[in-house]
């Protein structure tokens, strides 16, 4: 089955360092999500995308739906030690979200 | 509100012993999906909902079965557990269209 393709798979950064992470597919997707799953608990969506080239914010987090469709990234700023955790990104078609692998992110007070 | 409810949250199997896990939602969403959550390889959809009444299958459905008799539940079953099915299984609903899912806490699962 498809599955989307994150990068960097983990990452440690300094408290106060900015961080940047993106998510690409073969395919094409109408949607974008960005979760962010903390330990021993399920996702919790951040950020949705609805067309291409669409910038959004929530808070210190920006998340970028790709020109082509098949891609996103997602940017944090200023990172704080609650900012670890997994953050996945999801695309739809039609029914369907399919997520990708997960980048892991420790932020080192 | 609850949210989505999954339970057991822990649950250790013996291979060939069957079980369900059950996932109920109060918000009155129409789709609800379950994914599996293994290390490095992300979340994986097994089954998914787009009504009651209205299944279909995800990317990794072998072993599972589920129904959807109601709008609030959508449980998942194992027919004959395989240590391969050893994993931490979410249930999600969405109200439809391009909103997302809310996730529930998870069920993690062990066969041995």
């Known amino acids: 089955g498809q599955q989307l393709n994150q990068s960097p798979q983990s990452m440690f950064i300094q408290e106060g360092e900015d961080v940047s992470m993106n998510c690409t597919s073969s395919s094409i997707f109408n949607t974008w999500l960005w979760y962010k799953q903390d330990p021993g608990e399920g996702p919790v969506l951040l950020i949705a995308l609805y067309k291409a080239g669409e910038l959004t914010s929530n808070g210190r987090l920006t998340a970028q739906f790709g020109i082509t469709r098949k891609d996103s990234f997602l940017n944090i700023s200023a990172s704080i030690p609650s900012d670890v955790g997994i953050y996945f990104c999801a695309g739809q078609r039609t029914y369907k979200y399919i997520f990708g692998t997960g980048t892991r992110l420790k932020v080192l007070a | 509100n609850a949210g989505v409810t999954q339970t057991p949250k822990f649950q250790v199997l013996k291979t060939g012993q069957s079980m369900t896990l059950q996932c109920a939602q109060d918000?009155?969403?129409?789709?609800m999906s379950w994914y599996r959550q293994d290390p490095g390889m992300g979340l994986r959809l097994i089954h998914y909902s787009v009504g009651a009444g209205i299944t279909d299958q995800g990317e990794v459905p072998n072993g599972y079965n589920v129904s959807r008799s109601t709008t609030e539940d959508f449980p998942l079953r194992l027919l004959s557990a395989a240590p391969s099915q050893t994993s931490v299984y979410f249930c999600a609903s969405s109200p439809g269209g391009n909103y997302g899912y809310t996730f529930g806490s998870g069920t993690r699962l062990t066969v041995v």
């Open positions: 918000m009155n969403h129409e789709y």
